[in-house]
């Protein structure tokens, strides 16, 4: 079978031979990749490792690849939001999967381990500030595995609908279709152990309406929250918002990835508390999931 050819349109290849927006070549890729909202967490992870081999940056995506005690791991700034999980989602794989000098499919793919590490808000009474949760199912209120064929076959189509009756959603009212993801069950178990909560998360395309949040702008389904926090499925509920786990989830089982996500609670929107003073203690996060991936 002839192997599909990627254009330069499709595939932007920098003149470094670098892929277009992250800035990084195939052999600077590790098979151990851990992603981070925020540029300057990426310094934080990378000062654990005893050799860094590599480091560029080119916008909000800042990348280092470095070993920690003996494993190969590169980190990448993502920004934040589904759509720049789109992009460095695809353009890993690419890095990870496509021949950059024929611009075809490698024979030998490779299957990358994933772990994002990031901040989210607690929605039950168990995620104080300061819980660290690990996403055993990511639910994705940002539309954007849609736009891939397999969606259905990688999503956990019953719990879908049990979430949108329970919204009472119809139509396009609030959100595009949402869609369900459950993680790699080898990859929750190594990563979360004994002292993080699994839950599900919601990932939101916005910050403040798609989580509930009103400031000046009144809220189309005031109750929304609400409905999120009492929602249950097989004994399982909603513990978390956060903006890029559905698609990193979705994205990686669609590839032949294993990923999951790993956030810590800074704020609980039950308990209406906030901790802004976070960042000092993410690095325990930070090491847990460096010695686990």
């Not at 494993?71 to 794989?93: A, L, P, Q, W």
């Not at 190594?190 to 699994?198: D, F, L, P, T």
């Not at 956060?242 to 032949?256: F, I, N, P, Y």
Request: glycine share 8%; aromatic share 8%.
């Amino acid at each position: 079978m002839e192997k599909k050819y990627f254009a330069e349109s499709e595939l932007i290849i920098n003149k470094d031979g670098s892929v277009f927006h992250i800035h990084v070549r195939p052999e600077q890729l590790a098979d151990k990749v851990i992603l981070v909202g925020d540029p300057g967490r990426v310094a934080l992870v990378a000062s654990h490792f005893e050799e860094k081999e590599m480091e560029v940056e080119s916008r909000e995506f800042r990348t280092v690849t470095g070993t920690y005690k003996g494993k190969r791991i590169t980190v990448i700034s993502t920004g934040i939001g589904c759509d720049n999980i789109d992009i460095v989602m695809n353009e890993v794989d690419a890095l990870a999967n496509i021949d950059f000098q024929t611009r075809t499919e490698k024979q030998q793919l490779r299957s990358l381990e994933i772990v994002r590490i990031g901040t989210c808000g607690g929605l039950q009474l168990n995620t104080p500030e300061g819980t660290f949760i690990c996403s055993e199912y990511s639910v994705g209120f940002d539309g954007l595995l849609n736009f891939y064929e397999g969606r259905n076959a990688v999503c956990d189509l019953k719990m879908e609908r049990a979430l949108i009756s329970h919204l009472g959603w119809t139509g396009n009212m609030c959100q595009p279709y949402p869609y369900v993801i459950k993680a790699d069950e080898n990859l929750v178990e190594r990563i979360a152990q004994n002292n993080m909560v699994r839950g599900i998360t919601v990932a939101c395309g916005g910050f403040f309406g798609p989580q509930g949040r009103q400031l000046r702008v009144p809220l189309v389904d005031p109750h929304q929250n609400e409905k999120i926090e009492s929602f249950e499925y097989e004994g399982m509920h909603i513990t978390n918002f956060e903006m890029e786990s559905s698609a990193l989830a979705g994205l990686a089982k669609l590839m032949g990835h294993r990923a999951t996500t790993a956030c810590m609670v800074i704020a609980n929107r039950r308990a209406g508390k906030a901790n802004t003073g976070y960042k000092n203690i993410i690095d325990d996060l930070i090491t847990l999931v460096l010695d686990r991936i």
